[in-house]
C-alpha cells in the first residue's frame, strides 16, 4: 500500500481509505472482521460520521485497541456550535478515544449553509474550541456540490483537508480548477463517490468488476488526491479494492476511453439521466423507507436497456416498505446534498411502478 502526505496535517495517509457509511448495515462481529482486515492490509484511514448509523459505536467497538495503526476521521452535519459540540462529545464516547485525528464539517454544499457554519457561533467554532482542548487534531470540510463553495473553503485558509465528490463523470471544473487550487496551498484533498455513490455500478456487480475496478484506479491515478475513500462492508470488498489501489500506475487514455465506453454502454448519460448520489444521508426515514434503492430502482427500470429493466422491478419489490408510505415530513430534503424534492421522486418511482411492467 502505498502513503502519501495528507496535505500539510502532518499525517500520512494510505492511498485507499476506509469509509464506514456501510457498516450500519451489518452487525458488530462483521464490522469488527472488516475493519481489522482494512488495517491487517494496510489502511491507515478510517472515516465515518455522525449520520451514518451506529458505525462509530461499531469503529469504537472493534479497533479501539489498534488506534496507534491509523487515523481517524468523523463529520458533524450540524451548522451551529452548540449542535457541533455536541457532536464532538458524542463521537469521542462512541469511537472511545480521547482525541480524534479529524474532525469535519459535513456536507457544507451550498453557500448558505457555508455561511452558516462559518459565522461567529456557527459549528467552525466548535471545531476550533475542540482543537485548542485537544479533543480533535485537524479541522476539514466536505462539499458535495457547490464549485464556489469548494473554492472559497480552500482559499479561506481555514480547512486542512477537504472532501469532495471525485468520479470519472465529475464536472471538469472540479479536476482542472479545484483540485490544483488545494494543491497550490496545501490542503489535504479526500475522494469521495469514486463510484458516483453507486450510480456508476452496474446491476449486480462486485468489486471485481471492470467498470468498479476502473473507476477506483482513475481517481487513485489523480495526483492532485491524495486518498480515496470507499464504503465498505465485507472483507472481500476490503480485499479487492486494497488489490486494485496497490496496481498503481497512471490510467492510460485508452484505459479511460474504454471505461467510460462500457459506463455509457451499460447506462447512458449518467450525468444527465439520475440526480440521486445514492449517498444514504437521507435515512433512516421514519417511515423505514429505504430512499436510495427505491429511487435507483426507478433509476434502472426507466434507463437501462430494455434486458435489465426487469433488475430495477426486483430491486423495489424486495423492499419491506414502499414508497407510498412516505408521509412528506420532509426530514429526508433537508439532508440531501444534491437538493432533490425526495417526497415528489418517491411519488414517480410509486406511479412507474404501479403501472404493469416486466
Known amino acids: 500500500m502505498e502513503y502519501v502526505p495528507l496535505g500539510k496535517t502532518g499525517m500520512n495517509v494510505s492511498r485507499l481509505s476506509f469509509g464506514a457509511i456501510k457498516l450500519p448495515d451489518v452487525d458488530q462481529q462483521t464490522a469488527s472482521r472488516v475493519l481489522h ?6 489502511i491507515n484511514f478510517v472515516d465515518t460520521a455522525r449520520v451514518y448509523g451506529d458505525s462509530e459505536i461499531k469503529i469504537g467497538k472493534a479497533i479501539k485497541h489498534r488506534k496507534d495503526e491509523f ?12 449542535g457541533a459540540m455536541e457532536d464532538i462529545e458524542t463521537s469521542l464516547r462512541n ?3 480521547d482525541c480524534i485525528d479529524l474532525y469535519q464539517l459535513h456536507n457544507v454544499s451550498t453557500p448558505e449553509r457555508f455561511r452558516a457554519v462559518m459565522s461567529e457561533d456557527g459549528a467552525i467554532a466548535a471545531l476550533r474550541k475542540a482543537r485548542e482542548q485537544g479533543k480533535i487534531r485537524h479541522i476539514g470540510i466536505t462539499i458535495h456540490q457547490a464549485l464556489d463553495v469548494m473554492q472559497e473553503a480552500i ?3 481555514e480547512f486542512e483537508t477537504i472532501m469532495l465528490l471525485i468520479n470519472i ?7 482542472d480548477q479545484v483540485l490544483p487550487q488545494a494543491k497550490e496551498v496545501g490542503i489535504g484533498v479526500i475522494a469521495m463517490k469514486a463510484l458516483s455513490g453507486g450510480k456508476l455500478v452496474p446491476p449486480g456487480a462486485d468489486s471485481n468488476d471492470p467498470v468498479v475496478r476502473g473507476c477506483l484506479r482513475y481517481v487513485l491515478s489523480l495526483d492532485t488526491v491524495h486518498t480515496a475513500l470507499v464504503g465498505m462492508k465485507s472483507e472481500e470488498e476490503v480485499r479487492n479494492n486494497v488489490a486494485i489501489a496497490e496496481e498503481g500506475g497512471a490510467m492510460t487514455k485508452e484505459e479511460r476511453d474504454e471505461l467510460l465506453r462500457r459506463i455509457h454502454e451499460r447506462q447512458g448519460d449518467l450525468k444527465r439521466d439520475y440526480a440521486c448520489l445514492s449517498c444514504g444521508y437521507c435515512k433512516p426515514c421514519p417511515e423505514g423507507i429505504n430512499i436510495p434503492v427505491i429511487l ?3 433509476h434502472i427500470h426507466e434507463k437501462y436497456p430494455e434486458e435489465l429493466k426487469g433488475l430495477g422491478r426486483k430491486l423495489y419489490d424486495e423492499q419491506p416498505v ?3 408510505a412516505c408521509t412528506e415530513c420532509r426530514t429526508c430534503v433537508a439532508r440531501c446534498p444534491a437538493g432533490l424534492d425526495i417526497p415528489a421522486e418517491l411519488s414517480l418511482a410509486a406511479e412507474v411502478f404501479a403501472k404493469k411492467t416486466s
Open 155 to 157: 482559499a479561506l485558509g
Open 322 to 324: 414502499g414508497p407510498e
Open 37 to 42: 482486515t482494512a488495517l491487517d492490509l494496510g
Open 95 to 97: 469511537l472511545q478515544v
Open 296 to 298: 435507483k430502482a426507478r
Open 169 to 175: 463523470l465529475d464536472e471538469e471544473a472540479v479536476i
Open 71 to 82: 487515523f481517524l476521521a468523523t463529520k458533524t452535519p450540524k451548522l451551529d456550535m452548540q
